[in-house]
T-cell receptor
Framework: DSGVTQTPKHLITATGQRVTLRCSPRSGDLSVYWYQQSLDQGLQFLIQYYNGEERAKGNILERFSAQQFPDLHSELNLSSLELGDSALYFC????????????FGEGSWLTVV | AQSVTQLDSQVPVFEEAPVELRCNYSSSVSVYLFWYVQYPNQGLQLLLKYLSGSTLVKGINGFEAEFNKSQTSFHLRKPSVHISDTAEYFCAVRENSGYSTLTFGKGTMLLVS
């Protein structure tokens, strides 16, 4: 158990819909990362937050957005969903003292039908 | 920009045999290197990391990796594998310059039988 909690574990939704994935980082970790894992693209970095502020942005679509709240939990919002958005979405966190050790949650499986 | 190439998508091996999973990276600056393992239906777990110092890095579960700067490689090895090592292994790189995020390779599926 990495200490990073993601909900929901599985989600099936229709095209055009909007979903929210939630992440609770390890206790005390200020950095939260979101990754997308798909068969064709592999593991892609989406976005990072540090103590509530956006720190880095990767291959995140404009239809996707994220935020980190004062209690440090984070949410990834995916809207106008397409079939190609079906993937495993990982949240990860790291401590301020050791940004090179990143702990991953078990992921949220999103299936768009 | 940094990139990672994992040369083998799948490596079958018999139990108790040695294994090497290959990883090459590309970057214009010095890097930090990582290996992660993903067991079925689980998140990614850090196996080992190279930040500086000795080029031979030992990790969990008997794995080790060697950083070779001249060949820009960071191959993962284990002298004797077990059935329980069956999993997907990801090599990742992070540039040691300014601020950068982890870039992952496509992964290598290790199949132990």
């Amino acid at each position: 158990d990495s200490g990073v909690t993601q909900t929901p574990k599985h989600l099936i939704t229709a095209t055009g819909q909007r979903v929210t994935l939630r992440c609770s980082p390890r206790s005390g970790d200020l950095s939260v990362y979101w990754y997308q894992q798909s068969l064709d693209q592999g593991l892609q970095f989406l976005i990072q937050y540090y103590n509530g502020e956006e720190r880095a942005k990767g291959n995140i679509l404009e239809r996707f957005s994220a935020q980190q709240f004062p209690d440090l939990h984070s949410e990834l919002n995916l809207s106008s969903l397409e079939l190609g958005d079906s993937a495993l979405y990982f949240c990860a966190s790291s401590a301020m003292s050791d940004g090179n050790t990143i702990y991953f949650g078990e992921g949220s499986w999103l299936t768009v039908v | 920009a940094q990139s990672v190439t994992q040369l083998d998508s799948q490596v079958p091996v018999f139990e108790e045999a040695p294994v090497e999973l290959r990883c090459n990276y590309s970057s214009s600056v010095s890097v930090y290197l990582f290996w992660y393992v993903q067991y079925p239906n689980q998140g990614l777990q850090l196996l080992l990391k190279y930040l500086s110092g000795s080029t031979l890095v030992k990790g969990i579960n008997g794995f080790e990796a060697e950083f070779n700067k001249s060949q820009t490689s960071f191959h993962l090895r284990k002298p004797s594998v077990h059935i329980s090592d069956t999993a997907e292994y990801f090599c990742a790189v992070r540039e040691n310059s300014g601020y950068s995020t982890l870039t992952f390779g496509k992964g290598t599926m290790l199949l132990v039988s």
